[in-house]
């Protein structure tokens, strides 16, 4: 099994914007979808924007019009570009392979995820 290496979190205040990248150390190509999940303190881990091999995309409803996930199967690594974050965004951010766009079942283990902290 491969390993899923996030990073690109940090501190921002509000209205501000960060880019995260998740490498993952296999071919993505195989695989059906690629997605961005986070979790916050207290809270279980939630989708937060998915994309199919064929460029479909799936978001939260909280992140519309506002993140967009990207994927690059040659450099087998998916994007997650986030602007006019608000506070209510800040938790870690894990990305993974699900089975399918929008399917809870992933394959592979949860990497470390990368922190981001939006103030107000």
């Known amino acids: 099994q491969g390993q899923l290496v996030e990073s690109g979190g940090g501190s921002v205040q509000a209205g501000g914007s960060l880019s995260l990248s998740c490498k993952v150390t296999r071919s993505t190509n195989r695989f059906p979808a690629m997605a961005w999940y986070r979790q916050s303190p207290g809270q279980q881990r939630e989708l937060v924007a998915g994309?199919?091999?064929?460029?479909?995309?799936r978001y939260a409803d909280s992140v519309k019009g506002r993140f967009t996930i990207l994927r690059d199967d040659a450099k087998n690594t998916a994007y997650l570009e986030m602007n006019n974050l608000t506070p209510d965004d800040t938790a870690v951010y894990y990305c993974n392979l699900p089975v399918g766009l929008g399917s809870s079942r992933v394959y592979f283990d949860w990497g470390q995820g990368t922190r981001v902290t939006v103030s107000s």
């Open positions: 994309i199919s091999n064929g460029g479909d995309t």
